[in-house]
Structure formats: C-alpha cells, structure tokens
C-alpha cells in the first residue's frame, strides 16, 4: 500500500532516494546549499519528517557502526518508492500555476513614488541576474539526475521572470518620458 506524501515529503524522499544512503545532518547540508530559498528545511524540521516516513514504512535506517551518536545512514524502503513513483505522478491545482510574492506585491505597485517604482524593480532585476547566476553554478557543481531538465525549467521560467520585471520597468519609463 502506498502513502500519499506532501509536497514537501516527496521532496526530502525524492532526495534520499537519489542520495542513498545518507544521513540526515547530510540532507540539512544539501538543503542548506541549494540556492532555492524554500528547500531550505532546519534540522527542526527535518527530524520529524523522517520520523513520519520511517514510521510509515518508507524510509528504513541503518545505525553506522561505531557512531556514538547513533547516526543512521537512510534509505527508501520499496514502499516508499512506490509512493515516491505515486508522487513524482500527481499534479495538483498549485502545480499549474505556482504562487509569486513579486506577482502579488506589484498589486501595490501604485503605492510607490514613481523613482521608488524604479529602484524596486531595479532591485528585483539585479537579484534576479544574481540568482540565475547562483543556480547556474549549483547546476554545474550538482550531478543529479535529469539535471538538464531541471536546468531548463529554472532557466525558462527565471528568463520569463525578469523579463516581466523589465517590460514593467519599461513601461513605467515610457510613462515617464510622455508625462
């Protein structure tokens, strides 16, 4: 029987099934370098969730021999990959169209003195470049599989990002020169 998994359970299986085994101060060590900000999941977190999915039966640990601290290397058990499979599979509404706090905060864009318009969408441009930068460098650092995929879809979707932030720059711009 397969247990449906959170978003953020099939995150954590997907990675020990692809890093098996290891252990969970090395997951917090991944999480910790990647530079998406909401994988950035504390130890305090990480602990129960393994916990859960050991007791579900789809994780299993192994004490490292001579550990003191009895650190346990983790691996997916066959029934946590067969509902890490029913995961990968499911596509929920929130999958289609992904929340962007840019997105909602330019809501209040018209709140803003026209410079401070600028200087914040400036701002966004500039992080944005940086950030496409980072990833750039994570990908080429991080052999995973379908890493070309996962690039592509970072890069489409960023390029995507910050052109919608320069086409509202230039608007705002344009408004400018005509006023």
């Avoid at 990968?88 to 997105?103: E, F, G, M, T």
């Amino acid at each position: 029987m397969t247990h449906a998994v959170s978003d953020g359970e099939g995150t954590l299986l997907s990675l020990i099934e692809r890093a098996q085994p290891v252990t969970v101060y090395e997951i917090s060590k991944i999480y910790m370098s990647s530079p998406v900000t909401h994988f950035g999941t504390s130890k305090g977190k990480l602990y129960p969730m393994v916990r859960r999915l050991k007791d579900l039966g789809l994780l299993v640990g192994e004490e490292i021999a001579g550990d003191k601290r009895r650190t346990e290397h983790l691996r997916c058990t066959e029934q946590g990959i067969a509902s890490l499979r029913e995961w990968a599979k499911r596509v929920d509404p929130a999958h289609l169209l992904l929340d962007d706090p840019l997105r909602t905060r330019i809501q209040s864009l018209h709140l803003l003195e026209v410079d401070e318009q600028i200087a914040w969408l400036e701002q966004i441009a500039e992080g944005m470049r940086a950030k496409m930068e980072e990833v750039a460098a994570y990908i080429e650092a991080t052999e995973v599989p379908e890493t070309s995929i996962m690039a592509d879809n970072i890069n489409a979707t960023s390029q995507a990002r910050l052109q919608w932030v320069e086409r509202t720059l230039s608007g705002i711009r344009a408004r400018l020169k005509t006023s």
